[in-house]
């Protein structure tokens, strides 16, 4: 009798902790949070990902207090790249501001868009000021208690060159960095951070941002490409713009620095968000990287599975923000 009235508790319990492991994180700019938001992009520096990531980010870009889009090439890209995307949004902001009066306006974005570094920077990780570097200097000192998030999606060459002209500005920021390639690009910048800056704010994410578009379970809908076919290929000017890309498939590897904003709890990169969870690295108060073990690994790709176990959540969100906007005209 006790061993059956034993089984009675447990069962609850056992039922309870599944739906809690399957609940959505806590927390976030879709719980109401507002964060202020640098995005520094490669976009047109080859990779289309960025180009959707930014379709995405500005989709979303009434939940943030959106204070600069910088041009950040480790080679190709340039600011007419990112003034190119603000064109194509301008033509569904009508219909965007028809569901929230939060939405930046195109001239508004414009404003604050910025050339950062054309090059990588050289042997000691840092050169002269650019627009972009000074921008995020002058973003980070205002009188604002809030940090502010950098969205690294291409070189950090522009972070690196605002921390050694004013480190000053150090314990405003929170740095996402979509590591991977774009570190490998602009490695001397990298290394100038990781030697001088050891106790900056970062997340280095080199695999868990693949979790966005590899694995992870989902209706046949949400497929890479059943997705952008069926959700995407219509909807509005933005919707048209991101259907070619990539071969009409979902890669976005940018998108998690912005989903670890939206749902999670952002001061806290070690518990679960639409961006992934990370670790300390060893020795540093405040860098974090890609969580070990099979648990978290998809494929080779360590981490990856703290994004793609949200995939059918996040992907269903965005559906329903391409849902915004009214259908081109066929």
């Known amino acids: 009798m006790r061993c059956a009235l034993?089984?009675?508790?447990?069962?609850?319990?056992?039922?309870l902790l599944a739906l809690q492991a399957l609940a959505q994180p806590r927390g976030g700019a879709l719980d109401g949070e507002r964060y202020r938001v640098i995005v520094?992009?490669?976009?047109?520096?080859?990779?289309?990902?960025?180009?959707?990531?930014?379709?995405h980010f500005l989709l979303y870009s009434d939940l943030f207090d959106v204070e600069g889009l910088v041009s950040s090439p480790p080679k190709q890209g340039r600011l007419s790249d990112i003034l190119e995307v603000i064109d194509v949004y301008e033509k569904d902001y009508p219909a965007l501001?028809?569901?929230?009066?939060?939405?930046?306006?195109?001239?508004?974005?414009?404003?604050?868009?910025?050339?950062?570094?054309?090059?990588?920077?050289?042997?000691?990780?840092y050169s002269s000021s650019t627009e972009g570097s000074s921008w995020i200097v002058q973003c980070a000192r205002?009188?604002?208690?809030?940090?502010?998030?950098?969205?690294?999606w291409g070189g950090i060459s522009d972070v690196a060159q605002a921390l050694h002209d004013a480190p000053d500005i150090?314990?405003?920021?929170?740095?996402?960095?979509?590591?991977?390639?774009?570190?490998?690009n602009d490695q001397a910048s990298f290394d100038y951070i990781d030697r001088e800056h050891p106790d900056l704010w970062i997340i280095q994410c080199e695999t868990t941002f693949r979790g966005w578009y590899v694995g992870g379970a989902a209706p046949e809908?949400?497929?890479?490409?059943?997705?952008?076919?069926?959700?995407?290929?219509?909807m509005g000017a933005l919707g048209e713009y991101f259907y070619p890309l990539k071969n009409r498939q979902i890669k976005m590897g940018d998108t998690p620095s912005v989903a670890y904003l939206l749902r999670g709890e952002p001061e806290d990169p070690?518990?679960?968000?639409?961006?992934?969870?990370?670790?300390?690295?060893?020795?540093?108060?405040?860098?974090?990287?890609?969580?070990?073990?099979?648990?978290?690994?998809?494929?080779?790709?360590?981490?990856?599975?703290?994004?793609?176990?949200?995939?059918?959540?996040?992907?269903?969100?965005?559906?329903?923000?391409?849902?915004r906007v009214h259908p081109a005209e066929k």
Request: proline residues 8%.
């Open 97 to 125: 501001k028809t569901h929230s009066k939060l939405y930046p306006s195109p001239d508004a974005l414009r404003a604050i868009s910025r050339q950062g570094a054309e090059e990588a920077n050289p042997a000691p990780g």
């Open 142 to 152: 205002k009188n604002d208690p809030r940090p502010l998030y950098v969205l690294v």
């Open 170 to 184: 150090k314990p405003k920021l929170r740095v996402y960095y979509i590591a991977s390639w774009n570190r490998r």
């Open 270 to 323: 070690e518990s679960p968000s639409w961006g992934g969870r990370f670790q300390h690295k060893e020795g540093r108060p405040d860098w974090y990287v890609d969580l070990d073990g099979p648990e978290f690994q998809e494929g080779e790709f360590p981490g990856a599975k703290t994004v793609n176990r949200w995939r059918e959540d996040y992907l269903r969100d965005f559906q329903r923000r391409f849902e």
């Open 40 to 55: 520094s992009s490669d976009i047109g520096g080859g990779d289309e990902d960025d180009d959707q990531s930014m379709v």
């Open 221 to 234: 809908d949400f497929g890479n490409r059943e997705f952008v076919k069926r959700y995407v290929k219509e």
């Open 6 to 15: 034993r089984l009675i508790c447990v069962i609850p319990m056992l039922a």
